[in-house]
């Protein structure tokens, strides 16, 4: 149709392959942080929420504005603290590794 | 001005790819965390030229901030690690919501006759929203035991949803082509809110990990769909990351299970038939128990002990209690290792953030190839609230609903305690021929309880 549409529609193909490309040799272990850290990343929909809010005049724009800046709001921080929470606990046996005997060899 | 707004969401989108990356790997998992936070900062950053207030809308995205911002941190600060899935269902219920109210406050926006390349996108995006938020409600509710975890099922089911679908369909075509008018999104919302929870309702809870990773997946091509209505790049970017790797995901959570997805997702219906039959087979049965004492005395002097952690270690906190446990036997010279299944826990990856927790050795956690043939050198596998992992009607009863999960040999060690809360069957309602073997030994308690009590024992011995 117009141009515009045209480069969305690109960047949109683009972004599935990268997507799948990107985490395709993730191991087992990371496949619940992955998607808590994915989960936060869909949180970007607080821009849209933001976008909507901002010019909110009449009852009915000022509500849908308020939950939807909540809700994505909740998402976003929610999405990335539970995320690092999750991550700090697989930090925590990293520094022990080198002190083993076997890591002490390589 | 709008060049340096395309620029700095370029750069989120490519911090945001960056952060997927890293979040793959072990090493630099936290380090993509934060990647993908810079990114969100930035893209953040960047809309707020494009932001025009009217106080009122000043005033609300405020409060919708300081509101969001505290429910966020305190629910995932708060969580105990153990609640750690449904907090995730949660989170990506709330953005699926967000995605649709958006695309709803866009179509009262637009008019009754908006270009068809705005209002497809917006009625996509309050479908797949909708259903994300209501079906992550629905997991959040069951893995918090708000409700029963087991598939529920009514006759005519699947004729239910194929309704639900098809007036969703219909009202999706009225606003496309003959008006979008609010009682028509305004339906379209509430269906698909209602085929939310009926498409979720009949998944066990075992299966929810990867049901929540589907609507991560969904609510990813929601927030897309909703940066087609906005025109903005950065919605569509990241949306469509989200879609596309949550869809792997899902696909490699369900091989990790055994499963097809279409067999998590629709294979309810057969199962419950075999549940009922099973238990009602197994109630007559009797099965050995023992004394702490008398176990205590068998892991003491054991050579080799292999202990398979499960949900009912994580419910019971028990984590600290088995490496005690693991390190008065290893005082003894008892050899002792972890064995991971995929899926222990109620996601994958689950039980070594929480063993991790209680700082068990890296090196003692094995995954279940590398463990799988060492179950018959063992001397005593000791099951610690794990259950379907270990049944092996997985491997003998092509009927049951779990056959031909991947499952632990713990079957094949020489003695097999089997700790217990009661004689429920576990997460796939399902019965373990494993807890009437000859081999086995019923411990039937708190895993934490029993733990403490086979530390002093084994102390004792």
């Known amino acids: 149709m117009n141009n515009e549409l045209l480069n969305e529609l690109t960047f949109f193909v683009l972004a599935i392959f990268v997507g799948f490309e990107v985490i395709s040799k993730v191991p087992t272990i990371l496949h619940t942080p992955l998607m808590s850290g994915t989960n936060a990343i869909h949180g ?26 909540t809700l994505a709001t909740t998402n976003v921080v929610g999405g990335f603290v539970v995320t ?12 022990a590794k080198p002190s083993t005997p076997a890591e002490a060899k390589k | 001005m709008n060049l340096l707004i395309s620029i700095a969401y370029l750069v989120a989108a490519v911090l945001f790819i960056l952060g997927l990356k890293q979040l793959s790997s072990p090493k630099g998992a936290r380090n993509g965390n934060f990647t993908a936070a ?12 494009l932001l025009h207030f009217t106080t009122a809308g ?25 609640a750690i899935p449904q907090m995730v269902a949660l989170f990506n219920g709330v953005g699926g919501g967000a995605a649709a109210l958006v695309a709803v406050a866009e179509l009262l926006h637009f008019g009754v006759h908006p270009a068809f390349s705005l209002v497809l996108p917006s009625v996509l995006s309050i479908v797949i929203g909708s259903i994300s938020f209501a079906g992550s409600m629905v997991a959040f509710a069951k893995l918090q035991e708000l409700m029963t975890g087991t598939p529920i099922t009514y006759p005519g089911q699947q004729v239910v949803n194929g309704l639900l679908a098809a007036a969703i ?8 082509a003959i008006a979008s008018i609010p009682f028509s999104f305004i339906s379209l919302m509430v269906l698909a809110l209602i085929l939310g929870v009926a498409f979720v309702l009949p998944i066990g809870g075992a299966d929810m990990p990867v049901v929540i990773s589907l609507l991560n997946a969904c609510t990813g091509l929601a927030v897309a769909a909703s940066g087609f209505t906005l025109n903005n790049f950065a919605l569509i970017v990241a949306g469509t990351l989200v879609g596309a790797s949550g869809s792997l995901l899902t696909k490699l959570m369900s091989d990790a299970m055994g499963r097809s997805l279409a067999n998590v997702l629709f294979g309810a219906f057969g199962q419950v038939q075999h549940a009922a039959t099973a238990a009602s087979g197994a109630a007559g049965r009797s099965v050995r128990s023992a004394s702490a004492e008398d176990l205590g005395t068998l892991l003491a002097y ?18 600290h209690a088995a490496r005690e446990l693991a390190d008065v036997l290893e005082k003894r010279g008892v050899e002792v290792e972890y064995a991971i299944h995929p899926v222990a826990g109620r996601m994958p990856g689950h039980m070594n953030v929480l063993l991790a927790e209680a700082n068990v050795p890296y090196e003692q956690l094995k995954e279940m190839d590398q463990v799988n043939d060492d179950f018959k050198n063992a001397d005593v596998a000791l099951i610690v609230g794990a259950n379907d992992v270990v049944n092996p009607a997985a491997r003998s009863t092509p009927g049951s609903p779990i056959y031909g999960m991947p499952i632990l040999n713990a079957d094949e060690a020489k003695n097999i305690i089997f700790m217990k809360r009661s004689m429920r069957p576990g997460f796939a309602g399902i019965d373990n ?11 039937f308690g708190d895993a934490k309880d029993s733990l403490t009590k086979l530390v002093s024992a084994v102390k004792a011995a």
Do not use: C, N
Request: net charge positive; aromatic share 6%.
């Open chain 1, 44 to 69: 970007i929909i607080v821009v849209g929420a933001l976008l909507i809010a901002a010019g909110a005049k009449t009852p009915v724009e000022i509500v849908l504005g308020l939950v939807a800046v």
């Open chain 1, 84 to 95: 690092d929470r999750m991550l700090e606990m697989f930090k925590g046996r990293q520094p």
């Open chain 2, 38 to 49: 810079a990114g969100m900062v930035i893209a953040l950053g960047a809309t707020v030229p």
């Open chain 2, 58 to 82: 000043a005033v609300i995205v405020a409060i919708g901030i300081i509101i969001g911002t505290a429910i966020g941190t305190f629910g995932a600060r708060m969580v105990h690690m153990t």
């Open chain 2, 169 to 176: 369909i219909g009202f999706a075509l009225a606003v496309l």
């Open chain 2, 302 to 319: 054991s050579q080799r002990v292999i202990i398979v952690p499960g949900y009912g270690l994580a419910v019971a906190q028990a984590q």
């Open chain 2, 433 to 443: 021929e494993l807890m009437f073997g000859p081999k086995t030994v019923m411990f």
